[in-house]
Nanobody, 127 residues
Framework: QVQLVESGGDLVQPGGSLRLSCTGSGFTLDDYSIGWFRQAPGKEREGVSC?????????YYVDSVKGRFTISRDKAKNTVYLQMNNLRPEDTAVYYC???????????????????WGQGTQVTVSS
C-alpha cells in the first residue's frame, strides 16, 4: 500500500527548468521528512534536498543546487515538489524521492534509515 512515485523528469536545455513531483500513496507525506536524491551514471547516489515533516519543517539543499532548486509540499495533493531552475548538464541524473520517519539530518549518510523509495525519474540536461 505504501508507495512513492516520482514524475516530471524530461530532457531540457541548459538553463531550463523542470518541476519534479513525489506523490505518496498509502501514507501521508506530511508526516515524514522527504528527501530528493540523484544518481548519475558511474557516480554514487547523492542527496540533493530534503524537507522536514510538519514536526521539523526545515529544508536542506546540497551546495551545488542552492539558489537553483526549491523543495516544497502540497498537502492536499500528498506531494512533495522539487522545482529545478537554471539547470546544468551536471544535474543530469535519475532523481529519486524517499521518506524518513525522522529529521532530515537523520537521513545523512549511506546507511540512513530511509523507509520508502520511488522508482526514479530521468532528468537530462543537454544542448
Amino acid at each position: 500500500q505504501v508507495q512513492l512515485v516520482e514524475s516530471g523528469g524530461d530532457l531540457v536545455q541548459p538553463g531550463g527548468s523542470l518541476r519534479l513531483s513525489c506523490t505518496g500513496s498509502g501514507f501521508t507525506l506530511d508526516d515524514y521528512s522527504i528527501g530528493w536524491f540523484r544518481q548519475a551514471p558511474g557516480k554514487e547516489r547523492e542527496g540533493v534536498s530534503c524537507i522536514g515533516s510538519s514536526i521539523f519543517g526545515s529544508t536542506y539543499y546540497v551546495d551545488s543546487v542552492k539558489g537553483r532548486f526549491t523543495i516544497s509540499r502540497d498537502k492536499a495533493k500528498n506531494t512533495v515538489y522539487l522545482q529545478m531552475n537554471n539547470l546544468r548538464p551536471e544535474d543530469t541524473a535519475v532523481y529519486y524521492c524517499a521518506s524518513i520517519d525522522g529529521h532530515c539530518l537523520e537521513g545523512v549518510g549511506p546507511s540512513a534509515p530511509w523507509d520508502y523509495w520511488g522508482q526514479g525519474t530521468q532528468v537530462t540536461v543537454s544542448s
